[in-house]
């Protein structure tokens, strides 16, 4: 199995993060592993995706020192091999690890540590790792580091960069400069576009994703508004990367059963199936398979098509 988007916050383990709080002598909320997870998964009221995105902050401030990374990762990777998976691209934005002093390249050498380790220990799973920028305000010199420690560290772990965050207050189209350099240093490009209902109709946060070069995008689930993008997807070969729970959690559809991902898959788009987040959002490739298999109508043979998709648009070769 194959997941080709999932961050690395959003699929701490629980007893890890009060495992790292004792450690860093941090004070949670809790220190009750079932109270915690409730406080580390999104609420089934949560509004919008940049209200969902509060629920990374306990994550990230655990993660602040090199072997809390490494730790994380390597923690995620053997949790993916023991789930069944053989390739994953995990990603993570390395500027959020920066708050007690670590450099963006220390943070990214520390995961790569981690995945390293991860893959020795099981040499059944292959991990790669996207670096992503983060959408906001007054953020772009910070971007422009992570493009710059991307560039340094690409090779057989770092695969690509990525842009996150909250698309419906900060547009895709503020992050142009960003993405020329990667362009610039011919990096490899996902963006998470076509995922929030803003300002910026999706379709066309998603046609400047296509603009900046991202070969994949991250969900595009509002692609299905616009048929020229439809095309212009099909064209131009493009994966997209759908996590289902997690657009039904930041309430991109009102129900799991509405979810367009098979309309996509049946117009010719190559579609994935992914778990975005496994903590914040309590799944895993197993789940997202099931809601694919009972509640979407995928048969088996169109899972191994979304499949084959994947491995076709994976950033390592
Ligand atoms: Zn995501």
Same mark, same amino acid.
């Given at each position: 199995?194959?997941?080709?988007?999932?961050?690395?916050?959003?699929?701490?383990?629980?007893?890890?993060?009060?495992?790292?709080?004792?450690?860093q002598?941090?004070?949670?909320?809790?220190?009750?592993? *079932?109270?915690? =997870?409730?406080?580390?998964?999104? &609420?089934?009221?949560?509004?919008? $995706?940049?209200? !969902?995105?509060? #629920?990374? @902050?306990?994550?990230?401030m655990?993660i602040q020192t090199e072997s809390a990374v490494?730790?994380?990762?390597?923690?995620?990777?053997?949790?993916?091999?023991?789930?069944?998976?053989?390739?994953?691209?995990?990603?993570?934005?390395p500027q959020f690890s920066t708050a007690k002093g670590l450099t963006q390249d220390q943070v990214?050498a520390a995961?790569?540590? *981690?995945?390293? =380790?991860?893959?020795?220990?099981? &040499?059944?799973?292959?991990?790669? $790792?996207?670096? !992503?920028?983060? #959408?906001? @305000?007054?953020?772009?010199?910070k971007?422009?580091?992570?493009?710059?420690?991307?560039?340094?560290?690409?090779?057989?772990?770092?695969?690509?960069?990525?842009?996150?965050?909250?698309?419906?207050?900060?547009?895709?189209?503020?992050?142009?400069?960003?993405?020329?350099?990667?362009?610039?240093?011919?990096?490899?490009?996902?963006?998470?576009? *076509?995922?929030?209902?803003?300002?910026?109709?999706? &379709?066309?946060?998603?046609?400047?994703?296509?603009?900046?070069?991202?070969?994949?995008?991250?969900?595009?689930?509002?692609?299905?508004?616009?048929?020229?993008?439809?095309?212009?997807?099909?064209?131009?070969?493009?994966?997209?990367?759908?996590?289902?729970?997690?657009?039904?959690?930041?309430?991109?559809?009102?129900?799991?059963?509405?979810?367009?991902?098979?309309?996509?898959?049946?117009?010719?788009?190559?579609?994935?199936?992914?778990?975005?987040?496994?903590?914040?959002?309590?799944?895993?490739?197993?789940?997202?398979?099931?809601?694919?298999?009972?509640?979407?109508?995928?048969?088996?043979?169109?899972?191994?098509?979304?499949?084959?998709?994947?491995?076709?648009?994976?950033?390592?070769?």
């Amino acid at each position: 199995m194959i997941e080709l988007h999932l961050h690395l916050d959003g699929s701490l383990r629980v007893e890890t993060a009060l495992d790292l709080a004792r450690e860093q002598k941090i004070v949670l909320p809790t220190e009750d592993v *079932g109270e915690l =997870r409730n406080l580390m998964e999104v &609420p089934e009221d949560c509004k919008t $995706l940049h209200e !969902c995105l509060k #629920r990374f @902050d306990l994550p990230i401030m655990l993660i602040q020192t090199e072997s809390a990374v490494e730790r994380v990762t390597f923690e995620l990777v053997e949790d993916l091999h023991k789930l069944g998976v053989t390739y994953a691209e995990i990603r993570f934005a390395p500027q959020f690890s920066t708050a007690k002093g670590l450099t963006q390249d220390q943070v990214v050498a520390a995961a790569i540590k *981690g995945a390293k =380790r991860g893959m020795e220990m099981y &040499p059944a799973i292959r991990c790669g $790792l996207i670096l !992503c920028c983060m #959408r906001g @305000d007054n953020i772009e010199e910070k971007n422009l580091e992570t493009v710059e420690v991307a560039k340094k560290h690409m090779g057989d772990v770092v695969c690509a960069i990525d842009l996150a965050g909250a698309e419906s207050l900060f547009p895709t189209a503020m992050f142009e400069p960003v993405f020329e350099k990667a362009k610039a240093y011919g990096l490899p490009v996902t963006i998470h576009a *076509g995922e929030a209902i803003g300002e910026v109709p999706g &379709p066309e946060s998603m046609r400047k994703a296509l603009a900046y070069g991202a070969k994949r995008i991250g969900h595009g689930v509002l692609a299905l508004e616009d048929e020229t993008l439809i095309k212009e997807l099909i064209e131009k070969d493009i994966t997209l990367e759908i996590c289902v729970t997690s657009n039904y959690h930041t309430k991109l559809v009102s129900s799991l059963k509405e979810h367009p991902i098979k309309k996509l898959f049946d117009v010719g788009v190559k579609v994935t199936f992914n778990s975005d987040n496994m903590t914040v959002s309590n799944t895993n490739i197993h789940k997202e398979i099931e809601i694919l298999k009972t509640q979407l109508g995928f048969t088996d043979e169109e899972m191994n098509i979304m499949q084959n998709y994947a491995r076709e648009a994976a950033f390592i070769k």
